[in-house]
């Protein structure tokens, strides 16, 4: 039985859309096969990889991914004749935030849906209290703060009749030893996720948050999965689509009374 999320005609802004396997392509298409209209905004991020070790899971596939353009989205996405505009641009800068909703709105008049999946983390090893750095903080609480709020503040500015905002947190936010500024921009997001749906809710817009578990997003190879899963009590990595699910309940119509709220989709990892 399809579940029809009145999301047909809407317009979902998407961050983060860049990784074939990423939770941000996986829900861009989930909500093209609902019939919305898609704004994907990217920005490569640049890091080493051996090439030889891309074709099966791991950092090094991760890394390629997010180093790379949105090519494999927008082939899709034209092979399911869906409306969509693709943009790349850096969400920590406040120009490029206000540019990015400028061509949202030219393009299709509005923007009813913003998934903030974009993210930064620390790729140095240096994401502890002995080895932080004032940059990976500032880097880090750039875009997965700043990048965020801004993101949330275009779409109140510019709202219409309809509005949801989902926030991509992590299931870990909390107590993220080992990440700690990581964790800590996370934690921030949902503190801020139930400050702002206080704020805007007389409008109508909601916003909620969605916490991950260890996702397979091309990140996780073999060895590491067999150290993570029994980590989870449902017994298996949560997979992108999962979290596309989720997402599309909480943009749907529906979800119009659900606000505030942090949603773990772990698997019971992290509870």
Request: net charge negative; aromatic share 6%; hydrophobic share 45%.
């Amino acid at each position: 039985m399809m579940i029809d999320y009145g999301l047909k005609g809407r317009v979902a802004l998407i961050t983060g859309v860049n990784n074939p396997q990423g939770i941000g392509a996986t829900t861009a298409l989930a909500f093209a096969r609902e019939g919305a209209k898609l704004v994907l905004v990217y920005k490569r991020i640049e890091r080493p990889f051996d090439k030889d070790k891309t074709g099966r899971n791991g950092v090094d596939r991760y890394y390629a991914a997010n180093a790379g353009d949105a090519a494999f989205v927008e082939s899709r996405l034209r092979e399911m004749d869906a409306e969509f505009l693709i943009l790349e641009s850096d969400i920590s800068d406040e120009t490029a935030v206000k540019e990015i909703y400028e061509a949202a709105v030219e393009r299709f008049g509005r923007v009813d849906i913003l998934v903030n999946n974009a993210a930064a983390d620390d790729e140095t090893g240096k994401d502890t209290i002995e080895e932080i750095t004032r940059e990976v903080i500032d880097d880090t609480f750039a875009v997965n703060v700043r990048g965020s709020i801004l993101m949330i503040r275009e779409l109140v500015r510019r709202r219409g009749d309809y509005g949801r905002v989902i926030n991509l947190s992590t299931d870990a936010a909390q107590v993220f030893a080992g990440q700690i500024t990581y964790g800590a921009s996370k934690a921030t997001l949902e503190a801020l996720t139930r400050s702002i749906a206080l704020e805007v809710a007389k409008y109508g817009i909601t916003v909620n948050s969605v916490a991950p578990g260890p996702t397979q997003t091309g990140w996780i190879d073999e060895e590491f999965e067999k150290v993570v899963v029994p980590l989870i009590p449902m017994g298996k990595l949560i997979q992108p689509e999962d979290i596309a699910d989720t997402i599309l309940f909480l943009a749907g119509e529906k979800a119009g009374m659900l606000t505030g709220q942090v949603i773990k989709v772990s698997g019971g990892h992290a509870l």
